[in-house]
């Protein structure tokens, strides 16, 4: 699986960015999105910026993360305890809230096919 991830850009020369995360940062590509301001969020995947986010993409692609780091590591279990399913369900319903709601981010015409598939079967 691939994963970009968002960096925040510091600087920038038309070609690449300096961009940041975590306090680390990196030189990336720019080619693909253009020439961008300092603040800009990019997802970045190898030191190749795909395209510009919104804050609240950035911040919900972080839940993701986190939530994935936490199922992976077994950090949101109590301390002394055993990682169990239910921590991970928890960390999975705080990182991914939308798999609570199953047609979050479809485009319309999607979401008027599983209206109908859900009104069919009633």
């Known amino acids: 699986m691939c994963i970009a991830l ?3 850009v510091v ?7 300096l961009c940041e995360r975590a306090g680390r940062t990196r030189r990336v590509n720019t ?5 961008v301001p300092p603040g800009t969020i990019l997802s970045v995947f190898i ?6 986010m919104t804050e609240e993409e950035a911040e ?8 994935l780091a936490d199922v992976m590591s077994g950090l949101d279990a109590p ?5 169990t ?3 991970a369900d928890r960390a999975v319903a705080t ?14 015409h999607l979401k008027a096919q599983l209206r109908a598939q859900k009104e069919n079967r009633a």
């Open 79 to 83: 301390a002394g305890t055993v990682f």
């Open 6 to 8: 968002p960096m925040r």
């Open 85 to 87: 399913q239910e921590d």
């Open 47 to 52: 030191d190749q910026a795909l395209r510009t």
């Open 60 to 67: 919900e692609t972080d839940r993701a993360l986190g939530a």
């Open 95 to 108: 990182g991914f809230p939308d798999l609570n709601d199953p047609d979050h981010g479809l485009p319309e």
């Open 11 to 17: 600087e920038s020369d038309g070609f690449t960015a």
């Open 31 to 35: 080619m693909l999105v253009g020439e």
